[in-house]
């Protein structure tokens, strides 16, 4: 489990008096249970508005494995490497997209498309430490992931974790220097309960075990080591009270989708993607800041044309849903969408029908929270030199990836040029990019 912000460690359960979940829920309007947040946002939807003071959020639709660029956001039927793909209208006038996405057509006019962005890292696994954190791998230093960075820059709390990993993926998003206090709490299927989250015994026999049992860890963890240490609550002391927290907490509700509508449930995909996808909007109205949602799939080095029209069947609903979603319960101002994967895939196609690696020009969208709308960056061409020396050259407007993180942490409010310190007391910049200004509103 994902480790609580220290800054709400004050309003956690006292394990010394034992608090049992009936006295949290007897303290009269749950207010012992809800954060200041959760309060705000309860009579924010009770008068039918925004709430002024609602943090920003971002939700990371994770495309992993490399979605093709030209069977999602920027195809060019009829060129030479077009393939079997053809193009839909949008409701942006002159923006097409590829037609294995008709429902994320109808909601572009809500979203902007960077269709340039470029990396230098070919592999699987370096490429989604790149896109995650903004930095390419460094054997001296793990960087945080996005979520990671925007849980620190704003610690405003929530009983539930802040960093949230749905359907995780072979890399969920990581605290790296920040520490693991960052890293992205891990559930899996929101059709199935949230593991370990339950008591499995009587309210006062468990109560009487977290107390006894509490004491004696801590009396030894304490034994023989600093003063100062023994007056500071430390990390064990801070991961239980953040977990009795959230085993007694409403916002615990967030996670469990069933009680949506069924034409809902249905309008998001009967998929696991499409349930995180919808847990993900459960979760940042109660105040989780970071939630990331993975869909596999995308690896298509065979059968290129049949693997991205699968994975995209999953996406399209999800994605669509989601948007339409924020917008209509006013959360789109306050919530960052990004979709996207590692880097695309090759413009031409191999003799085994697919498309391989590709990190010279893909596409990756974003949504919400001063992000254009109906807006286009860059472009790629419809027949590339795909032998040239430089990848970049059919390129219109490219943009890196260390440009994409600052065009999301300036979205999010965050200073990306700020500059944090290393366990070891290294200076590091939260990211080295510039935004991508003609995506950002003015």
């Known amino acids: 489990m994902a480790i609580l912000d220290q800054s709400n460690s004050s309003r956690l359960c006292d394990v010394q008096s034992h608090l049992s979940r009936r006295t949290l829920l ?13 309060r705000r946002l309860a009579w924010a939807d009770d008068q039918g508005v925004t709430d002024p003071a609602r943090p920003k959020s971002v939700i990371l639709l994770w495309l992993e494995g490399g979605p093709s660029q030209l069977e999602t956001f920027d195809p060019h039927p009829g060129g030479v490497y077009g393939g079997d793909t053809a193009t839909i209208g949008t409701s942006v006038k002159g923006l097409d997209i ?3 996405l008709p429902r994320t057509a109808e909601q572009m006019h809500l ?36 979520g990671a960075v925007l849980c620190h820059a704003d610690q405003a709390g929530a009983d539930i974790p802040r960093h949230i990993s749905i359907v995780p993926g072979n890399s969920p998003g990581r605290g790296g220097y920040l520490g ?10 929101p059709a199935r309960p949230v593991p370990d989250i339950r008591r499995s015994v009587a309210e006062a026999r468990f109560d009487q075990r977290v107390t006894d049992l509490y004491d004696v860890v801590e009396s030894e963890f304490r034994r023989g080591r600093l003063k100062q240490v023994e007056k500071t609550r430390t990390l064990h002391q801070t991961a239980t009270n953040a977990a009795l927290n959230m085993m007694s907490s409403e916002q615990l509700d967030a996670f469990d989708v069933s009680v949506e509508p069924e034409e809902v449930l249905e309008s998001f995909g009967d998929t696991a993607f499409g349930r995180g996808a919808l847990a993900a909007s459960r979760l940042i109205e109660v105040g989780a800041r970071c939630v990331e949602v993975t869909l596999g799939g995308w690896d298509s080095h065979l059968t290129n044309h049949s693997l991205q029209s699968s994975a995209c069947e999953k996406l399209d609903p999800a994605l669509a849903a989601l948007l339409k979603r924020l917008e209509e319960r006013d959360l789109l101002d306050s919530t960052l969408v990004v979709c996207g994967g590692e880097f695309g895939r090759t413009p031409g196609i191999n003799p085994a029908e697919g498309r391989d690696h590709w990190p010279h020009g893909f596409s990756t969208l974003l949504a919400g929270c001063g992000i254009r709308k109906g807006a286009v960056h860059g472009a790629t061409a419809a027949n590339p030199k795909l032998n040239s020396d430089d990848p970049l050259a059919d390129i219109v407007d490219p943009v890196t990836v260390a440009d994409l993180h600052a065009t999301v ?3 999010l409010g965050v200073d990306y040029q700020e500059e944090l310190e290393t366990p070891v007391g290294r200076p590091m910049k939260r990211c080295e990019g510039k935004p991508i200004q003609s995506i950002l509103d003015a």
């Open 26 to 38: 007897g303290a009269g309007a749950g207010g012992l249970m809800m954060s200041a947040i959760a």
């Open 180 to 189: 693991a206090a960052y890293d992205a709490f891990k559930i899996y299927d």
């Open 111 to 146: 979203a902007s498309l960077v269709r340039s962005v470029t990396s230098k890292e070919g592999d699987h696994e370096r490429a989604v430490y790149n896109i995650k954190t903004g930095y390419r791998p460094d054997p001296t230093l793990k960087h945080p992931s996005l």
């Open 409 to 411: 942490l300036t979205s």
């Open 98 to 100: 590829a037609d294995l």
